[in-house]
């Protein structure tokens, strides 16, 4: 990008990435239309440099990204600073080339006009257009948290960050504790008064959520209970899900990138591996009402090869499919599964191995007949069932 991203720097605020390159939200921050082959030039404001070339354009309640996929670099414009837009006339449109003027306040001018460029069909531009309007116009950046609006102030200006004597000792932390246990009472009340209030409220219910979750991996899991728990609670997470009609053409990549950052927690408390037909309920549970189809799921987990991020999907011989972390080494799960087969003289079983490895007994079976197909084991299919045992030839010396 060279010198348009200089002046980026001067004149943008940066924006966080998540592992598969999408935009860090922030709280109650909502997706609302995604444009790609977007270029940012800088007019008007002293400033010299080449344009931000060819990124994805995602449009938010509060602000408007840059980014730029290949060199995992973002930048946003808060919509709170925009004062006024200006597109040409539809007589003045090509079919394949159209034109918008920000203008607003910058990071470091009082004022800057940004020239947005977009190559391709009229009517993807106008839908980004259109969008903008009723986002400037609905102003809902006024009721979100300051983080969503600016996180790179929100922590210095929030009042929770300024002492105050009331909050001071053990009548303090009581006081504390029942004021949020109050919110909370609150925000579950106006969830469920109906399916609107629900939406709203869907950030609130995210982060309660997580804050459970977090309680319950410090106090453990020693209770039933609290593992059946846990394990719901690993299935929320989703407040901006990716829908066609916010991401047109780009839906499967975007949903692509959207999973590839849901399942990570998941599969950290799999073992590393889940089942796909696992991934499907848990990300559909996570998305509310927006669900999505089998075949959207398949196509979103085959475009990570092209994209960089940390999970892969596993296909087995037998043709079950599953969804691995890549860093997960096939020869770090047959050296678990051999000492396994050490300790026990009888033999393993898919329960013994999906206990020890972590995972679902379909998958631990899988991974039992991939060491059995590299040499390390030998079946017994007898009366007990299916059990594997060390094969003692691949490693025996003839003479």
């Known amino acids: ?10 004149l943008l605020e940066s924006g966080a990435l998540s592992e598969s390159g999408r935009p860090l939200l922030g709280p109650g921050e909502v997706e609302c239309q995604l444009l790609d082959g977007v270029d940012i030039e800088v007019v008007d404001s002293g400033v010299e440099g080449d344009p931000l070339r060819s990124g994805l354009l995602i449009l938010t309640n509060a602000r ?16 709170s600073s925009v004062s006024r837009i200006s597109a040409p006339r539809k007589g003045l449109k090509s079919v394949f080339s159209s034109t918008l003027r920000l203008r607003g306040a910058a990071a470091a001018h009082s004022s800057v006009t940004l020239l ?3 190559r391709g069909h ?20 006024e009721t979100l948290p300051a983080a969503a609006v600016n996180p790179s102030t929100a922590s210095a200006s929030t009042p929770s960050s300024h002492w105050n004597p009331s909050r001071a000792g053990v009548s303090g932390i009581l006081r504390k504790e029942q004021e949020q246990w109050e919110q909370t009472d609150k925000n579950l009340q106006e969830a469920f008064h109906d399916l609107n ?9 995210v982060l309660l959520a ?8 410090t106090e453990g899991s020693a209770s039933g209970s609290q593992q059946e728990l846990h394990d719901l609670l690993l299935s929320v997470g989703i407040a901006s899900p990716v829908t ?26 799999a073992g590393g591996m889940l089942a796909l037909v696992d991934v499907y309920c848990l990300f559909n549970r996570a998305r509310g009402t927006e669900l999505i189809s089998p075949e959207d799921l398949l196509q979103a987990c085959d475009l990570w090869d092209r994209l960089d991020v940390p999970v892969m999907l596993r296909r087995f011989d037998s043709g079950a499919l599953a969804i691995q972390i890549k860093s997960k080494s096939d020869d770090e799960v047959v050296a678990r599964i051999m000492r396994l087969v050490g300790d026990l003289r009888t033999g393993v079983g898919a329960r013994e191995a999906a206990k020890c ?22 079946r017994d299919d007898g009366p007990d069932g299916l059990r594997f045992y060390t094969n003692f030839f691949k490693d025996a010396q003839f003479p």
């Open 244 to 269: 066609k009609e916010s991401a047109g053409a780009l839906y499967h990549q975007q949903l692509s990138r959207q999973l590839a950052d849901f399942v990570g927690s998941p599969l950290q408390s």
């Open 197 to 205: 209030a629900l939406m709203g409220k869907a950030k609130e219910m």
């Open 210 to 217: 997580d804050k459970m979750r977090a309680r319950l991996l």
């Open 116 to 118: 947005l460029s977009f």
């Open 122 to 141: 009229a009517s993807s531009f106008d839908n980004l257009v259109s969008q903008l309007g009723a986002v400037l116009q609905s102003r809902a950046w």
């Open 1 to 10: 990008m060279g010198s348009g991203s200089r002046w980026a720097e001067r």
């Open 357 to 378: 490895l972590g995972v679902a007994p379909a998958l631990a079976k899988e991974h039992l007949f991939s060491a059995e197909a590299r040499g390390f084991l030998c």
């Open 64 to 79: 408007m990204f840059w980014v730029h996929q290949h060199s995992r670099s973002a930048f946003f414009l808060p919509l």
